[in-house]
């Protein structure tokens, strides 16, 4: 049986890219498969990617979800109809970059929590204007006003995100805790002298990036886990 080629994932290179061309490989239940996309499929807490693939007779599909196949080599574009989509089309893609902005501004906020708070993670959730991480608690001196002060610190820092591909095999010297996301990659995203972890998720280039999120509340979830949820004030800033 021969292995699929998995889609080439312009999102791990390049999280800004809002745009692109595309081969088609297959017409799915599951969704259009593209050689090539922009498009984030949903995993470590962050939703699918939208947006639209303009056909070459000039239809435009609206994509409603994207997310893996069974097997996480190819990606999968939810349309409601593919119409007379073929394989070996060529498409235009366009993410809607609004909500996959709000995403990114929210992931890395998370992975700054990451850092500040000393427990393992547990679980986490992004949305497009508010997200919320889960601590592994049980005695928890946690207050919402220090947390938030030490968050706005970082994001006054303006300290450099980046990520880069590593032998996972070698392991790394990772921050203790997880972050999101974490065992479903080789690709690692560091915050400079804060946080470096395995994640395969997308990132705004610097913690500047993230004023106007802050923490919104601590609140016992159970005996053992503290969460912790962030609303972003700025969700209708889109970077240029």
């Not at 090539?36 to 599909?61: C, H, K, M, N, V």
């Not at 915050?191 to 500047?208: F, K, M, N, S």
Request: aromatic letters at 4%.
């Amino acid at each position: 049986m021969n292995t699929p080629t998995p889609t080439r994932r312009r999102f791990e290179q390049d999280a800004y890219r809002r745009d692109g061309q595309a081969r088609v490989v297959a017409v799915t239940e599951r969704g259009i498969v593209l050689d090539e996309t922009g498009f984030y499929a949903e995993g470590g807490g962050q939703p699918g990617d939208t947006g639209t693939l303009q056909t070459a007779a000039g239809a435009t599909l609206r994509v409603t979800d994207t997310r893996y196949l069974p097997g996480r080599l190819r990606i999968g574009h939810q349309v409601a109809d593919p119409g007379n989509l073929q394989p070996g089309d060529t498409v235009a893609f366009v993410i809607d970059w609004a909500r996959r902005y709000r995403h990114m501004r929210m992931h890395t906020a998370l992975h700054v929590l990451c850092a500040l708070v000393d427990a393992p993670v547990t679980g986490c959730a992004i949305h497009a204007g508010r997200g919320r991480i889960d601590f592994d608690l049980p005695e928890s001196g946690l207050r919402r006003e220090d947390l938030d002060a030490a968050l706005q610190r970082v994001i006054g820092e303006d300290r450099p995100v980046h990520a880069r591909e590593e032998d996972g095999a070698r392991g790394g010297e990772y921050t203790r805790r997880a972050a999101p996301g974490e065992g479903d990659t080789l690709r690692v995203v560091t915050i400079d002298g804060l946080d470096r972890q395995p994640c395969g998720g997308t990132h705004v280039r610097a913690t500047g990036e993230l004023a106007g999120i802050r923490v919104a509340r601590i609140h016992k979830k159970s005996r053992r886990a503290r969460r912790v949820a962030l609303i972003d004030e700025a969700a209708t800033e889109v970077a240029e």
